[in-house]
């Protein structure tokens, strides 16, 4: 927190390394080796915890240290990354994720080739400097790049649809991921798998077969690409959004998917036109917005949500807050629309 | 490796932030990536700068970025301390040469040089407190921010002093900043195991024994001062303990006990439940280098480490984080440490002094209860 405006969004954007944590601690059984001071696996483990609290999950990641100290800062600490990555596979773990810190990068430290060395089990090397090597975003993509590389050749013909990308941070992770899957259901459709949410390691072979890719936001079109160009899957840019972006949704799910969308956007619709006739006490309601960032999709959702409601913008109305993030097709603007109820008749 | 997985004691660069941050007029700046500040962002209630530094400034030097976010500080701040990070330790910059031109305090307390306690120490050494012969009263040690019992060990503290007739004096470390100059000549400590600021430490208020022990040394040290009402409250307050831990004997065994947490509290909450309650001490886990005991103690830094110890002891009651409650949710459980998360607490819980003893034993008995009830 610095009370000026910085240059730059990214730098307060948080650490590569927890950006690429937030991605490796989530495929079932790995060991995630950070080669830095003990501190940096600590800080991680910390928000871990109460993330997992937060998600009423019971167990947390396993996370190695090198537990750099003041001698390894000196002398190098290859020897204990090499130590740290024999005894996280003698855990017999699927894989082993090694990520670098700010430190070690500075230091000198060749970590890719201590990875390299040949070992028993997968070693996954993730570059993630802490802010050597970008932000949060770059861990993240890095590390979603990193296990997608590790998908071998599709087993069995085209089925399902994969998210990408979750955000595993988010309190409604799995809140959006449901409200994807009931979308894709009217479709006739299942998510097989989230690349990368509580994975197994096999599963990652379904990643190629998979009919559509769905990011979870447009920020992850590079990734989109790169799985488009090694096993031809379509993608859509983002997880449905807003009233009309879901039932759009539908309808460009339904054509790559080779199924006749109309039913379900008719469907959708009707529910749609349900849900805003239960909030329809909102209408005439003086608003104003709280929070959050107009910027972006955020104006246009809200935009679109107050007309459909009827809601009067005035800077002197009811403040309501703005989503952040975004609510995820229509059982998200339902959840939204609660919060708005509460805070215009509250 | 099981001494290095999920490692669950902060750096010492959190344990600096920590002392530092309590001191109101002091700006703290972490100058080091966004990654270091937001983990002790998260610990501490107060403000805190930050460098959030990038890649060409470690390569071409923070110091302009550093003298960007000084120049930003409000002046209600008396004085800044810049808290050097592991990467700004090791590329060797001189915070104090980047030309700010206010009064500036670097603390250099990287994250690899040690734990939360050592860091602590480093930023107390810096702020190079002192002792003003004049200034009546008693400090209190051992408060610091980032400790979920910060609060109320320091109301509770402040209570016992006063009904002794004592004033506190400076308060390590949450006070202003010219009052680390002008500490009182004796100081009493809720935390033995953090570095004392200035003043002769004449005891700890851990414990009702220790109460005890340290009022009646406090009214040799402060001609004045009467430690009776202290002393017959201690009396009242074990009367109370012994009471209630009684009745739950009637009924129940003694729970045999694993803690965890620095090794004063740790081992101040093994001696009540082994004195009030008969409790077995399975172990007790510190996350610092632990002094003496009596009961089976070593020093338990990582997640792993701690759950084969709760999977080999198996013990009824936990005290510790939310990290071992998490790890071993069949046992009755009770926080004396941080984290703390998943439970709401908005009241000023001590941990220490005579309602700190009660707390803990009120807490240990209605867990406890609790879990009997559960297995029916």
């Known amino acids: ?346 | 490796m099981g001494d290095c997985v999920n490692p669950v004691w902060p750096c010492a660069m959190a344990g600096a932030v920590s002392c530092l941050s309590g001191i109101e007029d002091l700006a703290v700046v972490i100058h080091g990536s966004s990654g270091c500040y937001y983990y002790p962002a998260t610990l501490m209630p107060g403000e805190l700068f930050g460098t959030f530094l990038q890649e060409p400034e470690v390569i071409f030097g923070g110091g302009e970025r550093l003298a960007e976010v000084l120049s930003s500080i409000p002046p209600r701040y008396r004085k800044v301390a810049v808290v050097t990070t592991c990467v700004t330790a090791v590329t060797g910059e001189d915070p104090a040469e980047s030309g700010y031109g206010g009064d500036l305090l670097v603390v250099d307390s990287p994250g690899f040089c040690g734990g939360m306690e050592e860091g602590y120490r480093i930023a107390m050494e810096a702020l190079a407190p002192a002792v003003d012969p004049e200034t009546p009263g008693v400090n209190l040690d051992g408060i610091h921010p980032a400790d979920p019992f910060s609060r109320g060990n320091q109301r509770e503290a402040e209570r016992l002093l006063a009904l002794a007739g004592v004033s506190p004096a400076t308060v390590f470390s949450t006070t202003r900043y010219e009052l680390l100059r002008k500490a009182a000549p004796v100081s009493l400590s809720v935390n033995p195991d953090l570095a004392g600021g200035a003043g002769r430490r004449i005891g700890s208020l851990l414990g009702l024994r220790d109460v005890g022990a340290s009022f009646q040394a406090l009214a040799k040290a402060c001609p004045g001062s009467d430690p009776d009402p202290v002393l017959r409250e201690v009396e009242r307050a074990e009367d109370r303990i012994i009471h209630a831990a009684d009745k739950y004997l009637r009924r129940y065994d003694p729970p045999s006990v694993a803690l965890f947490g620095m090794s004063a509290p740790a081992m101040y909450a093994a001696e009540m439940l082994a004195t009030y309650l008969d409790c077995g001490i399975a172990a007790i886990g510190s996350r610092n280098d632990p002094g003496p005991s009596r009961f089976p103690t070593a020093k338990m830094t990582s997640l792993e480490e701690i759950r084969v110890v709760l999977d080999r002891e198996q013990p009824d009651l936990i005290l510790g984080s939310s990290y071992e409650r998490m790890v071993h949710p069949q046992s009755a459980f009770v926080g004396i440490t941080l984290p703390l998360r998943g439970k709401i607490q908005l009241r000023a819980r001590p941990l220490a002094g005579i309602e700190g003893a009660l707390d803990l034993m009120e807490q240990v008995l209605n867990a406890c209860m609790d879990r009997e009830r559960r297995r029916g």
């Open chain 1, 1 to 346: 927190m610095t009370l000026k405006p910085l240059p730059s969004g990214s730098r307060l954007e948080g650490c590569t390394l927890t950006g690429a944590l937030s991605v490796t601690t989530q495929v079932r059984d790995a060991v995630t080796v950070i080669h830095g001071p003990a501190g940096c696996a600590q800080h991680n483990l910390s928000l871990f915890h109460a993330t997992c609290l937060e998600n009423d999950t019971v167990s947390l990641p396993r996370l190695a240290s090198t537990d750099l100290d003041e001698t390894g800062v000196i002398f190098g600490g290859e020897g204990a990354l090499e130590e740290a990555i024999r005894d996280a596979a003698a855990l017999d773990p699927p894989v082993v994720f090694v990520l670098s810190t700010c430190v070690v990068e500075t230091i000198g430290d060749d970590t890719g080739a201590v990875c390299g060395l040949g070992w028993d089990v997968p070693v996954v090397h993730i570059p993630t400097a802490g802010f050597l090597g970008g932000a949060f975003r770059d861990g993240f993509h890095r590390a979603l790049q990193a296990i997608a590389g590790c998908a071998g050749e599709p087993e069995r013909a085209p089925e399902g649809v994969v998210l990408v990308g979750d955000k595993n941070l988010e309190y409604e992770v799995d809140a959006h991921a449901d409200e994807v899957g009931r979308l894709l259901g009217l479709l006739g459709t299942t998510v097989d798998l989230r690349l990368v949410r509580e994975m197994d390691w096999e599963d990652l072979s379904l990643l190629g077969g998979s009919r559509l890719n769905l990011l979870r936001d447009p920020d992850l079109a590079p990734v989109g690409e790169w799985l488009h160009s090694r096993y031809h899957t379509p993608y859509l840019p983002s997880y449905p959004v807003g009233l009309a972006g879901t039932l759009l949704f539908l309808a460009r799910a339904g054509r790559i998917l080779g199924v006749d969308p109309d039913r379900a956007v008719r469907a959708e619709g009707e529910a749609q036109q349900e849900l805003l006739s239960g909030f329809s006490d909102l209408a005439g309601a003086r608003v104003r917005w709280r929070g959050g960032d107009t910027a972006g999709g955020a104006a246009s959702f809200v935009q679109e949500l107050a007309a459909a409601l009827d809601l009067c913008l005035d800077p002197e109305g009811i403040p309501v807050p703005l989503p952040d993030p975004l609510p995820v097709g229509t059982a998200g603007i339902r959840r939204l629309l609660h919060r708005w109820r509460r805070a215009i008749h509250g």
